[in-house]
C-alpha cells in the first residue's frame, strides 16, 4: 500500500510547520520527519527523503534522545537552547526549503525565509521563557514545559499532514502566544540580571516611588 501524496496546501503547511517546530526541537523535528518517511506513513518531498534512510533514522534518533533528556534538565536547557541558536533556525529555513526542493529555486528561497523566520520566533520564545523558569528552585515547571514543548512539535507536524487549514488557524494562535510570553520573560529576565548586576556591584536598589498621597517627610512637627 502506497502512502498518501501531499498536495500544495499540505505541502506548504508542512514547510511552516518544519520550520517552527524546528526552533523547539530540530532533532525532534528530523527524526519524526524520517520515521514517517520511512514507515510508509506519509510520501515525503524528494528533499526531505534522506531523512528517511535508516542511517539518517537512527543518527536523528539518538540525538533526538540526548536532546529530549537534556532538555528537562534545569540548567543544561538552558545552555543547550543557547548553543542550539546556531542549528536551529538554519535547520528551520533548510528544511522548510527542502519541501518544495532546489528545481523549484524561488520558492524555496521563500520557504527558508519563513521556515527560518517562524524558527528564530519559536526558539527565541524557547530561549526567554526557559532562562524565567530556570530562575524557580523546583524541577517540575521545567520539565513540564519540555513536555509540552515535545507535544507541540509533534501535535503540529501531525495537524500540518493531516489538518492543514486546522494547523494554520493553530499555528496564528501560537505564535500570538509566543510572542506574548517571549516579551514578558524577556522584561523578566532582564529585569533579573540587572537586580544581580547592581547586588555584586555593590549599587543600592532604586528607591520606589512614594505611594499617592505620602510626603517625603515622614513626621511633621504640629505642636506649633
Sequence with gaps: MNAPTLDTLQLVALAAALGWASGLRAFLVMFAVGVAGLGGWVQL????QPLASPVAVGITGILA???FVGDKIPGVDSLL???STLLRIPAGAVLAASVFGL???LVAALAAAAGGSLAAVSHGTKLSTRAAINT?????SNVGASFGEDTLVLGGLWLAWLHPVLFFIALVLVLAAMIWLARRSFRFVRALLGRMARLFSGRPEPASPPAHGATDVPFSDKSA
Design 65 to 67: 534522545l540526548l536532546e
Design 136 to 140: 524557580s528552585p523546583e524541577p517540575f
Design 81 to 83: 537552547d543557547f548553543i
Design 45 to 48: 518531498p524528494s528533499g526531505l
Design 103 to 105: 528545481d523549484h529555486g
